[in-house]
């Protein structure tokens, strides 16, 4: 698998000045309007190497941005992870024992194991219950064209698509078998739940381009709901293609391989293998099936790739 660099194009910027908000949780700021509406959250940085969401979750701080109606939670997830950022291995730091966007469930919540994550997560638990809106900002290790991740209820499909950017959809009509994400945490999990929670993947971790998505998507979430005014310039969503998630396979040997070079997108016929994992085959489940977020190394107990179907 490719081992090479990054160029790192976004400075890693010390955060301990947006430590202590308004609410009582490091990193967490909450603004009321005063005005009835949703309450929206945005999440920076569930993964400490996904700094996109860093500078758009500063962008909203530093630029004085206010909602018109409802009320605005930033939150910064996983400063931990960030603050261990070191740019000789910067996939190092994605998490630091666990993955904190597959903890949400009350199995890992209310459990007994323990972690940086885990003792994050349960501080995060209300600021992600009390949201009626969550928009979730993630980035990819590989630059790939940028795309939605969220489960597969209509509330949040009509809102994507009405956003429409990125134009890709990762649709996931039953979750992650690996784990509960934070956008599925209570009742943003349940299928007759009233708020929209979605992933927004901007392009790879280090590139300049991504985190100007990612304020972008910010500012259109925001302005979906109503909490600040739409920008008269932005164009019309174009065309949107949407992906079914099949399966998620997880990497079991140090001897994992893609049979070819990949980074995500690429279409695989019925059939067709695509991976294998000591003596296991990782196989295409469809014709037209096309991979997202193929593992860039052979990390056992991790996502190997996810298999999906076009809608």
């Not at 945005?42 to 400490?48: F, M």
């Not at 296991?280 to 014709?287: A, G, K, N, P, V």
Request: proline share 7%; net charge negative; glycine share 8%.
């Amino acid at each position: 698998m490719n081992q090479t660099l990054p160029v790192l194009e976004i400075v890693q910027q010390n955060l301990s000045s947006y430590r202590k908000g308004n609410t009582g949780v490091d990193y967490v700021h909450r603004f009321e309007s005063g005005k009835p509406g949703p309450h929206v959250l945005i999440n920076a940085l569930t993964h400490g190497n996904e700094v996109c969401g860093m500078v758009a979750a500063t962008h909203l701080l530093d630029r004085g941005v206010r909602p018109k109606i409802g009320t605005l939670t930033v939150s910064f997830a996983n400063v931990e992870a960030y603050d261990a950022f070191d740019p000789a291995q910067p996939f190092a730091n994605r998490q630091l024992v666990h993955n904190l966007n597959r903890i949400w469930s009350p199995e890992w919540l209310d459990g007994g194991e323990d972690s940086p994550e885990l003792r994050r997560a349960r501080i995060l638990r209300p600021v992600v219950a009390a949201a009626d809106h969550i928009l979730d900002i993630h980035s990819t290790a590989h630059a790939v064209e940028p795309f939605w991740v969220y489960p597969g209820y209509a509330r949040n499909g009509e809102a994507a698509l009405a956003i429409g950017k990125p134009d890709v959809h990762l649709v996931m009509p039953a979750g992650m078998n690996t784990g509960t994400p934070l956008i599925q945490h209570g009742r943003h999990g349940e299928e007759d739940g009233n708020g929209v929670a979605l992933v927004a993947e901007c392009g790879q971790h280090f590139l300049r381009a991504t985190a100007d998505l990612a304020t972008d998507v910010t500012l259109r979430f925001l302005a979906h709901f109503g909490l600040i005014d739409r920008d008269p310039a932005a164009p019309a969503p174009g065309p949107q293609r949407r992906f079914e998630l099949l399966a998620t396979p997880l990497i079991k040997t140090e001897s994992f391989r893609f049979v070819r070079p990949v980074v995500g997108m690429e279409t695989f016929a019925k059939g067709e293998l695509i991976a294998t994992d000591g003596a296991d085959e990782i196989r295409s489940l469809c014709d037209g099936c096309t991979i997202f977020m193929p593992a860039r190394s052979p990390i056992v107990g991790r996502e190997a790739v996810y298999l999906t179907r076009p809608i």
